[in-house]
């Protein structure tokens, strides 16, 4: 599993963000050139983000976004989770419905398929936001991984 080049820009623009002074009024300009995200991407980006409640748009003058949380409260899995959705590891994780897969009738696997989605994503929850700012902290949680 690989996440998408929008789960893995946002979260290189959020750790740009994070480093940043708390309340610093940041703009999809600022965040772009600092990443090398493009401009365009940035700008739908931030919007997700602020969708998932990450940030806060200011209007006006000076506007731009404000990130709402302390990096010590964001995880992993809610910066993949506002961009990608929610975790699933395949089509008809979480869902006793009918999917399109043409084993779905008669697959074994899939009412567990939650529990390995659910093991995904708590290990992506585990990491912050601040532990991908810090260098160290991050060698420490990949090694307990």
Known sequence: MRLTHLADYAV???TAAARRPAG????ATVL???TGVPLPTAQ???????G?????????A???FVMERSPREISLAEMVEAVEGPIAMTQCCGSEEASECALDAHCRVKPHMSVVSNAVR???AAVTLEDLCT?????????QA
């Open 12 to 14: 290189v623009m959020m």
């Open 24 to 27: 610093e009024r940041l703009s």
């Open 32 to 34: 772009a050139s600092e």
């Open 44 to 50: 739908k980006l931030l919007g997700k983000l602020a």
């Open 52 to 60: 998932a409640g990450l940030f806060r748009s200011v209007r006006g």
């Open 62 to 64: 000076g506007g731009g």
């Open 122 to 124: 708590g290990a992506l």
């Open 135 to 143: 260098p160290a902290v991050t060698a420490r949680v990949l090694e």
